[in-house]
């Protein structure tokens, strides 16, 4: 082990000092970026259908869009095959229903 001297352990703590002093700024700047950035995107699909009476007349009824590509019976909206076999695999793996078992009946891009 070399000589300790007193300037170097002075030099040691002042790094650490600083590095606590960072995470303490890191952990009050984060929340507040992170509440900038939500306050500016659009509402996500929970927030637009809020419960509660609404005083907006019904829309009429549009029509359907013609799927762009129908692979099967999964009807493909803006999604190119590629895209949805991995959507496919990613349901099939996260809720643990084999593929074989699944039934999609289309996939759309939002």
């Known amino acids: 082990m070399g000589n300790l001297s007193g300037g170097s352990f002075l030099v040691a703590l ?3 000092v600083i590095v606590f002093i960072m995470l303490a700024v890191l952990c009050i700047v984060i929340p507040i970026i992170s509440k900038a950035v939500q306050s ?4 996500s699909v929970s927030q637009r259908s809020s419960p509660g009476p609404r005083n ?3 829309a009429a009824p549009a029509a359907a869009p013609a799927p762009a590509a129908v ?4 009807a493909l909206f803006d999604v ?3 895209t ?3 959507i496919m695999a990613i349901v ?3 809720t643990g229903i084999p593929l074989s078992e699944l039934i999609f009946k289309a996939i759309k891009a939002i």
Do not use: F, N, R, W
Not at 40 to 43: F, G, H, I, T
């Open 84 to 86: 949805a076999a991995c």
């Open 40 to 43: 500016l995107q659009k509402p």
């Open 92 to 94: 099939s793996h996260e």
């Open 56 to 58: 907006v007349a019904p």
């Open 14 to 16: 002042s790094g650490i």
């Open 71 to 74: 692979t099967g019976d999964v």
């Open 80 to 82: 190119d095959e590629k």
